[in-house]
């Protein structure tokens, strides 16, 4: 596996101290959050930073960029239901996107990562699922000859492995892979050992985050099946990210990342490989 941790857990510094922080704990990359072009308000959004620049840091550092990871659904609603089509900003989610490609070759990052997200009113998820993937076939379109993948995660009225799998099928694009959040599938009932199962070779990213009750905890503290989660990943041999969540952005009063993130990189590391050397000697 190649671990990362996001930048959610660092909001308040700049990129060479985000990276600084990386090299420090030993980590193979950084998820780079971001908010867009217009973001003003993340000091490390690299969209506030120059590309040759963010690129350099990252070499100096020995540092990947494992994934730009953006707000991006394609769940908007259409409306008129059939005119809709043809007017308005019916793929503006395809065209942020396309720039977040952009963004991503330019700073030497394979992996964008969006979402579905919800379901609206009283629409049938069908519809729901079918504006999704139209929308994510046009997405992936924009991907082809640059070297870039799409991520979709998990998340809204898309929350399981099985919702990820589905929205693959239906997508049908090599340049599709799947994000999973554990813990956002854990919470409508979903066994995470399950879910990387059926995801299988489409996994590229394990996002692992820990809870106890509703109150987040440090990795391996909570109730989020994480050491279980990681070992099966050492098991199945998974090369892609393991990337630790801890959301300092969204929820004030959580300690600082030098605090959390690197026993939670020591433990991920230390649970991965004794599972896999238990299968390799075995």
Request: hydrophobic share 40%; proline share 5%.
């Amino acid at each position: 596996m190649k671990l990362a941790f996001s930048t959610v857990a660092t909001p308040e510094r700049t990129l060479d101290r985000v990276l600084d922080f990386a090299r420090r704990v030993d980590v193979d990359g950084v998820e780079f959050r971001t908010f867009g072009d217009d973001s003003s308000h993340f000091t490390p959004d690299p969209c506030l930073t120059s590309f040759p620049k963010i690129r350099g840091m990252c070499a100096d550092a020995g540092v990947q960029p494992a994934c730009l990871a953006t707000s991006i659904a394609f769940d908007e609603p259409v409306s008129p239901p059939v005119v809709g089509r043809l007017l308005g900003d019916y793929n503006r989610s395809v065209m942020a996107t396309r720039r977040m490609i952009e963004v991503a070759t330019q700073i030497e990052c394979p992996l964008v990562r969006v979402f579905g997200f919800e379901l609206h009113g009283r629409e049938s998820r069908r519809a729901g699922m079918r504006r999704v993937v139209e929308r994510l076939q046009l997405a992936c379109a924009c991907a082809r000859n640059t070297g870039v993948r799409l991520l979709i995660e998990n998340g809204g009225s898309f929350p399981t492995a099985e919702d990820l799998a589905e929205i693959m099928d239906r997508t049908g694009s090599s340049l599709l892979a799947a994000a999973y959040s554990p813990a956002v599938g854990q919470a409508v009932g979903e066994d995470p050992i399950a879910g990387i199962n059926l995801l299988g070779q489409r996994l590229e990213s394990v996002k692992i985050k820990d809870f106890r009750g509703t109150t987040p905890v440090p990795v391996g503290e909570g109730e989020m099946r994480c050491e279980e989660t990681i070992r099966r990943l050492g098991q199945v041999g998974y090369r892609g990210w393991v990337v630790i969540e801890w959301d300092r952005m969204w929820l004030s009063g959580l300690a600082d990342a030098e605090q959390v993130i690197p026993q939670a990189v020591q433990s991920a590391a230390r649970w991965y490989y004794s599972a896999a050397g238990s299968v390799a000697v075995a």
